[in-house]
């Protein structure tokens, strides 16, 4: 798809004004947030930036020149001042006196944390040499598409020439590290007219003596090589023109909903992956394209691309021309077994004696034509992000297809990264995944006190969650607030009648294409009714049946639907009620709706042992504060049955337990939270009581 020229152009949005009470480290960050904030600048923790600036050394009381460079695992878009490592330049010109050749370059990194100026925490990245030694005060490493579309090109050296002449160097693919900070200082001392480089399968340095200045540079040469490539490119059909149809949105998304829960139950056998969806007009031009069963094959180039996306995607075998969904799903088990053992070769092939043990072997990115891309990893953040670096992948295969050949990366040079020891390291310090860590829940009556409760205690530990409830708005409130705390990639809203069929599978389809399926099913939707049994209508008695009974048989069996597509198990939890074992006065309706609720789920308990999917119940009473139920007539009608006004009314349950304490919704939340989690592994067919004690309720 092509972008008009002026759209495509990068806007200057330096503030003089702003800028003007900076110090320079301040006007680092500021221009590292301005690049960060477009990714056709970089992607998400791709580049970095830094600054050689005075300090006052806090020991001699003197000034010293002092790297500020973005450390290790930072995002330049949305880091504040403690994202950057701060480093001596005179001891980082001292490591040059311990280098001992490009076969021990790894160890430098190691020599770094010596180098540290004010005791700064903040590690620094292997990049540091690339920064430090450019003989200038300011200096921007970014992934522009458009950059690295020429820096793909097999002839990218001689087309950086042709497009920027001599103020643009050139340097060949090298692993990035201390021999490559050594190369781009030598390139840049002895070629003073340079501002900056390219480097081959890789990205753009740009640098400068003023901050704004290398901004305004880095800027500028971005926007030299669109054009270029806008120009040469022109009247070419990208990719080769179009070989097969793109399907309706609607029909794209329905295939993707049936796709994500089989391939992520194929992936998700040692740790469960959370799923993404893209069908993006640029994702879908690749996917339809001529040249598709080429490029696809040939991986990315840029390591930052690399890291992300795996040595290549998993092309799905589906023909949108004559669509067969179910010859396909039949497909994806061998699929998956041929790239598992693919990319098992691959680590044979390249490793080395040292070389960290075989990875998770499975695709990260899965390409369906005339669909869309999949993307799965271990958490929806990076499903995300991964497929965004697919896409700045087809955007350099476009352009560099265009102009020239496109080349990845050779295939030990990416095992050499994929692998790389220092990468390992990193990976060894990652934080232990939380408790529901890539699973996803379902609420249903999310907005409410119960539901929202429970959404909150998944999302602290990992979880993403989808919230639903028959008041659509009040769900998408509700959700919006957790996004502010937990996320916008974590938590979803749908609005769904549990009793309208066609909502809940519709809902369960929005829940696989947001996440790639489910994991846990909370039945949480409620309604109460207060009546003496001959007061009692049939339309009342139908609407308790109704919601309570068939509603929680239809979330249910569509759950169990999805958890059998992805054969991993799963948790199906229902909040029932203290009344569906203990009988009230005046509640017929809700206390036989609520007894057919437990049953059902002991039914499904029965069923659903064999796929190792758990059902249990939560019984709660007396739940008011945050409780809708509690907020209309049910409050006024159980007042009047136990001759209570409505402030007397909490404190009479309270007193009417056993332990006399008030039942909250955090309360059962926890209980929810200790079913869907790996505590209760060996529970199913449980009834867990969270009433503060009664007797009448005991289940034996």
Aim: net charge negative; proline share 5%.
């Amino acid at each position: 798809m092509t972008t008009s020229p002026a759209a495509s152009r990068l806007q200057n949005l330096w503030d003089d004004a702003k800028a003007a009470s900076m110090s320079e480290s301040e006007k680092l960050l500021y221009r590292s947030n301005l690049l960060g904030s477009d990714k056709r600048v970089t992607n998400y923790g791709g580049g970095n930036t830094s600054a050689k600036v005075q300090e006052k050394d806090p020991l001699t009381g003197e000034m010293a020149e002092v790297l500020w460079v973005k450390g290790s695992g930072g995002d330049i878009g949305s880091m504040k001042m403690d994202g950057f490592s701060t480093l001596y330049m005179d001891k980082l010109h001292a490591l040059k006196g311990l280098y001992r050749g490009v076969a021990h370059e790894d160890e430098m990194v190691g020599y770094l944390p010596h180098c540290t100026f004010n005791l700064n925490p903040r590690a620094a990245s292997i990049d540091t040499p690339l920064h430090a030694y450019v003989p200038r005060k300011h200096v921007d490493h970014v992934h522009s598409d458009s950059i690295i579309a020429i820096a793909a090109s097999v002839n990218s050296k001689q087309l950086t020439a042709e497009i920027f002449g001599d103020e643009i160097g050139w340097l060949p693919w090298k692993k990035p590290g201390y021999e490559l900070g050594l190369w781009l200082e030598k390139l840049a001392t002895e070629n003073p007219q340079m501002r900056g480089a390219v480097l081959e399968s890789h990205g753009l340095f740009t640098w400068a003596d003023d901050a704004k200045d290398c901004y305004l540079t880095t800027l500028e040469i971005i926007n030299k090589a669109a054009t270029w490539l806008e120009e040469k490119s022109a009247g070419k059909p990208a990719f080769g023109g179009p070989a097969r149809p793109t399907l309706p949105a609607a029909e794209r998304r329905a295939v993707a909903a049936r796709l994500m829960p089989v391939i992520r139950g194929l992936i998700s056998q040692e740790r469960h992956k959370v799923g993404h969806f893209d069908d993006s007009p640029a994702v879908l031009e690749f996917l339809g394209s001529a040249m598709l069963g080429t490029l696809a094959p040939m991986g990315t180039s840029c390591p930052d691309h690399f890291l992300r996306t795996k040595i290549r995607p998993l092309l799905v075998d589906f023909d949108p021309a004559a669509p067969d969904l179910d010859a396909t799903i039949a497909g994806l088990a061998k699929a998956a077994d041929d790239y598992r053992a693919d990319y098992a070769a691959y680590y044979d092939r390249c490793k080395h004696p040292d070389s960290p043990a075989l990875r998770d072997p499975n695709a990260v990115v899965w390409l369906v034509p005339g669909v869309g891309m999949i993307t799965f990893a271990l958490d929806k953040p990076t499903a995300r992000i991964s497929g965004e670096f697919y896409v700045n992948a087809i955007n350099v295969m476009r352009g560099a297809s265009a102009v020239s050949t496109y080349q990845g990366l050779p295939e030990q040079e990416a095992f050499d990264i994929e692998y790389w020891l220092l990468e390992e390291a990193k990976l060894q310090r990652m934080p232990k995944p939380k408790a529901l860590a890539g699973r996803v829940a379902l609420v249903t009556g999310g907005a409410g006190g119960i539901g929202s409760a429970t959404a909150e205690r998944f999302l602290k530990e990992g979880a993403c969650v989808v919230l639903a409830d028959i008041d659509g708005p009040a769900a998408a409130d509700v959700a919006a607030g957790m996004a502010r705390v937990f996320g916008a990639d974590m938590v979803r809203s749908v609005a769904m009648n549990v009793t309208d069929e066609g909502q809940v599978i519709a809902a369960y389809a929005e829940t696989a294409l947001a996440f790639g399926g489910v994991d846990i099913l909370v039945s949480n939707a409620g309604i109460a009714s207060s009546a003496p049994v001959e007061e009692t209508s049939l339309a009342l008695w139908n609407k308790n049946m109704d919601i309570l009974s068939t509603g929680y048989f239809l979330v249910s069996r569509e759950a169990f639907k999805c958890l059998r597509a992805q054969g991993i198990g799963g948790s199906v939890i229902f909040v029932a009620s203290k009344n569906g074992l203990a009988a009230s006065p005046n509640a017929s309706a809700y206390c036989t709706a609520k007894a057919a609720e437990i049953h059902l789920a002991r039914c499904l308990a029965l069923e659903g042992a064999e796929a190792g999917i758990r059902v249990n119940v939560v019984n709660p009473d007396a739940v008011l504060r945050g409780s809708k139920i509690w907020s209309g007539e049910w409050l006024d009608q159980r007042a009047s049955t136990y001759g209570k006004d409505k402030e007397g009314l909490e404190e009479m349950y309270r007193q009417r337990s056993m332990l006399k304490r008030s039942v909250l919704p955090e309360d059962i939340a926890e209980g929810a939270y200790f079913f869907a989690s790996d505590l209760s592994a060996k529970s199913t067919g449980n009834i867990l009581n969270v009433d503060a004690g009664n007797v009448q309720a005991f289940t034996r």
